[in-house]
Nanobody, 123 residues
Framework: QVQLVESGGGLVQAGGSLRLSCAAS????????MGWFRQASGKEREFVAA????????SYVDSVKGRFTITRDNAKNTVYLQMNSLKPQDTAVYYC????????????????WGQGTQVTVSS
């Protein structure tokens, strides 16, 4: 089992920045790919970004490319999502996830999820 706890969400004006963090505990000695997903009110959850265990492979949904950056610090069992140039359409609950396809940065196949952190971008 892996437990994931997100933090760093909040209210920010359009054009601003936030950095989300996701701290993992439990079976962190296993290798996991890590991902960020989001779910806006009334919409389905969507993939945002992912990173392989080594950090050497990343992937992003097109709508955040060039604005968001995913990184990880395995010594701290933490993954980050730096979000710049935020837009009102980025408003959502952001979830961290861990998956067993550790050498990839997949958009699906995650078995462990955090509880989410709210990001609200005002216009």
């Amino acid at each position: 089992q892996v437990q994931l706890v997100e933090s760093g969400g909040g209210l920010v004006q359009a054009g601003g920045s936030l950095r989300l963090s996701c701290a993992a505990s439990g079976r962190t000695y296993n290798r996991y790919a890590m991902g960020w997903f989001r779910q806006a009110s009334g919409k389905e959850r969507e993939f945002v970004a992912a990173i392989s265990w080594s950090g050497g492979t990343t992937s992003y949904v097109d709508s955040v490319k060039g604005r968001f950056t995913i990184t990880r610090d395995n010594a701290k069992n933490t993954v980050y999502l730096q979000m710049n140039s935020l837009k009102p359409q980025d408003t959502a609950v952001y979830y961290c996830a861990a998956g067993s396809r550790w050498n990839q940065a997949p958009s699906e196949g995650y078995g462990y999820w955090g509880q989410g952190t709210q990001v609200t971008v005002s216009s």
